[in-house]
């Protein structure tokens, strides 16, 4: 046998390019089913749909799958005319994606002025002028660092980020594929020429920094810019853009004739990679990051399976007419589907905290579906296809211009009206509840810190010390304790820090996505900080309404190995149970009366997970002689209703948890009664400090 007939037997590798140098790229109806699933993920996730808890991987899918359309079709117009026309693209561009963003902006803009109130409005009024200047995702990465923001889950245009980061993608691609040319434009007036080789490097070069740079802002609790800012994203891009651009591996079987055995199999790993991330991640996942490799490298094996394929049990799949018809309406039913929920949720509702049921919720998909269908029909077809517009760039530059231009007037000029009406006299009261907290955040350490940031107050000549010690639902107490140290003559010393209860169990952060090691490594400095002031009195108290994910047991024996350093450090420790939580925004439920003036926004009393924490505080403290616990609920809610204003002037709670400083500083008797009761049981106490075995 002679090698040229062995070699025809044996399986090799062979690579063929995507298309040949000229050719346009042709329509794949597969990728409309990738786009269809994509879509399908994000709107059942935001629903809350059982089983995709991790449906937000789809947005990462639309990015790897833009990376991979837009280097193609670069790519196949240089390779084709050897010129970049960056004016047509871009104006493309535009048609394609403003007319409808513009159409959501402006019925958002409507509907939230006519529904919601002055105070709501401002913070919806902030994200429609940064969306309509295609920066919706810089101003949520940098709203979301700051731990005393509202929560940005209510707002209408949250889901515009990564529209933005689309949008800058779109802008700044085409200037990294002028990189991957041999030869500069401006320097060589014929033909680019195009070197693969190249490109490929520099877009790798792109992922592995960016990846890079997403890793290292999720291990440094920097996970809003790892998640909304453009340049953490890059990698995503630049993966699909490397599945555009490197040649596809086939098997040769025997006899030469070529299987594509591998790349189907590589296609449906691709896609269990996608629907498998779906479903098994969920919000403690740490995302972006490692995880997000799963739904990015699958999106561009499942692409890949497609090129020049025969017809596949995979492509069979993705050709689906129901995904294929999602595919066509993604973008706009991404557009519309976000606004629909969290305006049916915040009004249906009445504001007070309340969910939608699923079946509801689904009606509502059906609904935002319906709307996308006619986005699609009347809005981005007509612009998109519009024979004026697309017959010169400069023309969709105008659009560009124009739209990008009313946008932001409309935004801005909304966002000053809305400032004025929350100034008005009947308004003022609720915006100011939204900033009532004494010393900001001068007075506690952020998520982030490590070290201890103290503050002395009441009576700060004393040498006689008091400490609040605990997170922000401590720090919520400042302006009582404040007036209590100053009344027993203690120099008032606060040891607190964001998110970090005054449990010794190391607890899951949400927003790191991980262990909160920064907690625990500030409790240990903290409580040697407690220990060298040696107090007459702690006063205790966290965001304590949950076990926290932390099982029960674990959770009983760190509240006593807290109370137990406490109690030696400490002459009386007094733990203030967390106070009741509304679970919706109170200045903006009240603020919203006026246009609804039936709108209720008193709570009940949660008298489940709630009681069960505080009774596990209670008998971790009765094996303590100088360890009291004291429960104000009844004073914040007398009659097992809390009610958001008191009087007509005293708002009780400036957002979903904390008390406004005002309210706090009225509830200075009762605490102060309560240390009195504290000081009172460990003066009668024989030996303090002592375990004991009978409560009080």
């Known amino acids: 046998m002679s090698n040229e007939t062995a070699e025809s037997h044996r399986p090799a590798l062979a690579f063929q390019p995507l298309r040949t140098p000229g050719e346009r790229p042709p329509f794949r109806a597969d990728i409309e089913g990738v786009r269809g699933i994509a879509v399908l993920l994000v709107v059942l996730y935001h629903a809350g749909v059982p089983g995709f808890s991790g449906g937000y991987v789809g947005v990462d899918v639309f990015f790897a799958l833009s990376g991979y359309l837009i280097t193609g079709i670069l790519v196949a117009e240089v390779e084709r005319t050897g010129r970049l026309d960056l004016a047509r693209f ?64 209510t707002n209408p245009l949250l889901h515009t980020w990564s529209l933005a980061v689309e949008e800058q993608f779109y802008l700044g691609w085409p200037l990294l594929v002028l990189v991957g040319l041999v030869g500069v434009p401006w320097l060589r007036r014929g033909r680019l020429a195009l070197s693969r080789r190249r490109l490929a490097w520099t877009m790798g070069a792109v992922a592995v920094a960016t990846f890079a740079l997403t890793v290292v802002l999720m291990g440094t609790y920097r996970t809003h810019w ?29 006899h030469g004739a070529e299987s594509e ?13 996608i629907v498998g991330a779906s479903t098994l991640y969920t919000a403690r996942t740490s995302f972006p990051g490692w995880a997000a490799l799963a739904p990015v490298v699958g999106t561009v094996l499942a692409l890949r399976a497609g090129v020049g394929q025969p017809t596949t049990a995979l492509s069979r799949f993705l050709e689906w007419r129901p995904l294929r018809e999602a595919g066509r309406l993604s973008y706009s039913w991404y557009l519309w589907h976000w606004p629909v929920l969290v305006f049916a949720d915040g009004l249906w509702v009445e504001g007070v905290g309340g969910h939608l049921s699923l079946p509801v919720r689904l009606g509502l998909l059906a609904f935002s579906l319906v709307l996308a ?41 909304w ?14 009261l609720y ?51 404040d007036r209590v140290a100053a009344a027993h003559g203690w120099r008032l010393e606060t040891v607190m820090k ?49 076990f926290d994910g932390i099982p029960p047991a674990e959770w009983a024996s760190g509240t006593a190995r807290t109370f137990s350093r406490l109690s030696r450090a400490s002459g009386s420790v007094l733990v203030v149970r967390d106070t009741p939580h509304p679970g919706f925004d109170v ?19 949660d008298g489940g997970q709630g009681q069960a924490v505080y009774q596990a505080q209670v008998d971790a403290a009765s094996a303590f002689e100088n360890v009291s616990t004291v429960d104000l609920t009844r004073v914040l809610c007398p009659t097992g209703t809390c009610a958001a204003l008191r009087g007509d002037t005293l708002v009780a709670w400036r957002d979903d948890n904390h008390m406004t400083a005002t309210f706090a500083r009225s509830l200075a008797p009762s605490l102060s009664r309560a240390v009195d009761e504290a000081r009172a049981h460990e003066r009668s106490a024989v030996h303090p400090g002592v375990p004991v075995r009978t409560g009080r």
């Not at 009347?378 to 612009?383: C, G, I, K, L, Y």
């Not at 966002?415 to 003022?428: G, K, L, V």
């Not at 900033?435 to 201890?452: E, K, P, S």
């Open 261 to 273: 055995i591998g790349t189907r199999v590589l296609g449906w790993v691709g896609l269990v990679a």
């Open 90 to 153: 871009y104006a493309r561009r535009a048609r394609r994606l403003l007319p409808a963003a513009a159409v959501l902006l402006l019925a958002t803009t409507v509907f939230a002025s006519v529904f919601y109130s002055p105070l709501e409005q401002q913070g919806i009024a902030r994200t429609a002028l940064a969306t309509a200047a295609y920066v919706s995702n810089m101003h949520f990465a940098a709203g979301a660092t700051d731990y005393l923001a509202a929560d940005a889950e």
């Open 226 to 254: 790892a998640f909304f800012a453009s340049p953490p994203r890059a990698w995503e891009f630049a993966v699909g853009g490397l599945g555009a651009l490197l040649p596809r591996v086939r098997v040769l079987a025997v």
């Open 373 to 413: 269908e006619g986005s699609y029909r009347f809005v981005e077809n007509p612009v998109r296809h519009h024979r004026w517009l697309a017959g010169r760039p400069a023309r969709g530059g105008m659009l560009l211009v124009a739209l990008t231009a009313g946008g932001v007037a409309l935004a801005f000029g």
């Open 431 to 481: 915006s100011r509840a939204v900033d009532d907290i004494d010393l900001g955040t001068y007075c506690i350490t952020d998520v982030r810190g490590t070290g201890l940031t103290n503050c002395a107050l009441g009576d700060t000549t004393s040498s006689r010390v008091a400490v609040l010690y605990g997170d922000s639902h401590a720090f919520q107490w400042l302006a009582a304790a």
């Open 498 to 546: 964001s998110s970090c209860p005054a449990i010794d169990a190391t607890r899951w952060n949400a927003k790191l996505g991980r262990d909160f090691v920064e907690c625990d490594a500030w409790r240990s400095n903290a409580m040697d900080r407690i220990d060298a002031l040696s107090p007459e009195m702690v006063i205790v108290s966290s965001a304590w309404t949950s």
């Open 587 to 605: 200045p903006s439920c009240l603020a919203r009366r006026k246009k609804r003036p039936g709108l209720d926004c008193s709570f009940a009393l």
């Open 415 to 428: 966002r000053a009206e809305a400032i004025r009406a929350a100034r008005s006299p009947d308004q003022a």
